[in-house]
């Protein structure tokens, strides 16, 4: 029996999601190494990222089946 999570682990939607969190990882360190411009743009990248990924994830077909 298929369900959503696992048509999500199997098409690659669990490994993209950890890509917002590393970027958001990357603008603290550079945070704490004084790195604000690097910071800046990682934070930024960390929320289109988001977006995109929220899109995609809002526009794909729910497959119920009752």
């Given at each position: ?38 910071a800046l743009y990682a934070g930024g990248l960390a929320i289109a990222s ?17």
């Amino acid at each position: 029996m298929r369900n959503a999570i696992d048509d999500g682990l199997r098409s690659g939607y669990s490994k993209m999601m950890a890509l917002p969190f590393l970027i958001f990882f990357v603008s603290v360190v550079a945070i704490l190494r004084d790195r604000n411009v690097v910071a800046l743009y990682a934070g930024g990248l960390a929320i289109a990222s988001t977006l995109v990924l929220f899109f995609c994830h809002a526009t794909s077909a729910l497959g119920l089946n009752f």
